[in-house]
């Protein structure tokens, strides 16, 4: 069995373990999203924090201030989208609660995927699925780079499968989950990668 097969074979069962109430939050995110003042502005605020672990890293106020600025001022219908290179590079120089500094790679990609479904998510389930790690060390051009080239790689990738090995599986997966009806092929890809770490399907698999 080659990589590919096995990672094919890893997603079909993901898709068959995923439950829509795992994905509730995700749900909840995307209905707030288009009312982005008020109570549901604090409210997208919060879910998100939790959800895509914003809270669990231990970003600063002025992180998360910051961050969600840029995500609602987003506008994946501009000719530069995404620009993840001055995304990186605008977070990066915040301090943590810490005051150390982290290279935001996962929350910028999250903070991308949020305004436009099409762009993939990275997280350390999508570093251990496929291998893609991005460098703890060197310039921030040569991580962003290299980081960039991830997100179009995995894109590539997520947009091939959705439409051909994948194609059925996706189908039923929308069928059984009425909410992903409209979804982009590479979330539900995204979703399912996340299943496959989360679960740890792959020591099923040894």
Not at 4 to 13: A, E, S, T
């Amino acid at each position: 069995m080659t990589l590919k097969d096995l990672q094919l074979r890893l997603l079909g069962l993901a898709a068959s373990e995923l439950t829509q109430s795992e994905l509730s939050a995700y749900f909840e995110l995307k209905q707030l999203l288009p009312r982005p003042v008020g109570k549901e502005r604090h409210a997208f605020e919060s879910r998100f924090a939790t959800f895509y672990g914003l809270n669990a890293a231990a970003v600063s106020v002025k992180f998360k201030q910051q961050y969600f600025e840029k995500l609602f001022d987003a506008d994946p219908t501009a000719k530069a989208w995404p620009d993840y290179r001055t995304l990186l590079r605008e977070l990066y120089v915040i301090p943590t609660r810490k005051k150390t500094k982290v290279f935001p790679a996962s929350f910028v990609s999250k903070l991308v995927a949020t305004r436009d479904e099409s762009r993939p998510l990275y997280d350390r389930h999508v570093a251990n699925f496929f291998g893609l790690a991005v460098p703890a060390t060197g310039s921030t051009t040569y991580r962003s780079e290299i980081f960039v080239s991830h997100l179009e790689s995995l894109r590539d990738r997520y947009i091939e499968w959705s439409n051909r090995e994948l194609k059925s599986v996706l189908e039923d997966l929308r069928r059984r989950i009425p909410p992903l009806t409209d979804c982009h092929g590479v979330r539900l890809c995204d979703f399912l990668v996340w299943t496959v770490g989360r679960k740890k399907l792959s020591e099923s698999a040894q």
